[in-house]
C-alpha cells in the first residue's frame, strides 16, 4: 500500500497549486468568493469626494453660525446706543422692567422720557413735544425700541 501512495503522481501542474491557499490574491476553486482588484485612485477619490462634501457642510454651518452671532451683535449694540441715548433724555420717575414708555422731543430738542403716550394727552397738552419713539425697559437696563417715528434716528 505504501507503494500505491508514493506512486500517485498530481495530474495539475505544480506551478498552478499551493499549500496556503488563503494567501492568494485570486480565488483557488470555483467556490471561492469572486476577488477583484481595487482600483485605488477610485477608492482615493470616492473619499476626497466625500470628504470635501462634508467639510463644505460643516463649514457652511458654521458660517450660518457666524452670520446669526454677528447679527445678535449688532442688535445688542444697536440696543445699547438708544439705551445711551434714552438715559441722557430728562425723566421725573424710576422706569420699571417690562413696562412701556415714551421718548419725545421738546422745542429746545431736549429729549424727554414719558408715561403718557401720543394719544393720551388730550387737551392738557401744554408743551409742544414731538413724538420720536415708544420704548421698553429690559431686564438688562437696556431699551428695546418698540415703534418709532418716521423721521427718528432710533
Known sequence: MTDKKKSFVNPIDPDKI?????????AHHVGSA???????????GRALTAMEHQTDQQ????????????EQAKKINKRKEVSERIYQAKFRFDPIINHTYYLYEDEQLVQIL??????????????NYTYIATIKLLADHTWEVIDAAEKSEL
Request: hydrophobic share 35%; net charge neutral; glycine share 8%.
Open 59 to 70: 463649514l457652511s454651518q458654521l458660517y450660518e453660525q457666524m452670520q446669526l452671532l454677528a
Open 18 to 26: 499551493t499549500e496556503n491557499p488563503h494567501a492568494l490574491e485570486y
Open 114 to 127: 414719558s408715561i403718557i403716550g401720543p394719544g393720551e394727552w388730550g387737551r392738557s397738552r401744554k408743551q
Open 34 to 44: 469572486l476577488i477583484k482588484p481595487e482600483d485605488v485612485g477610485k477608492l482615493k
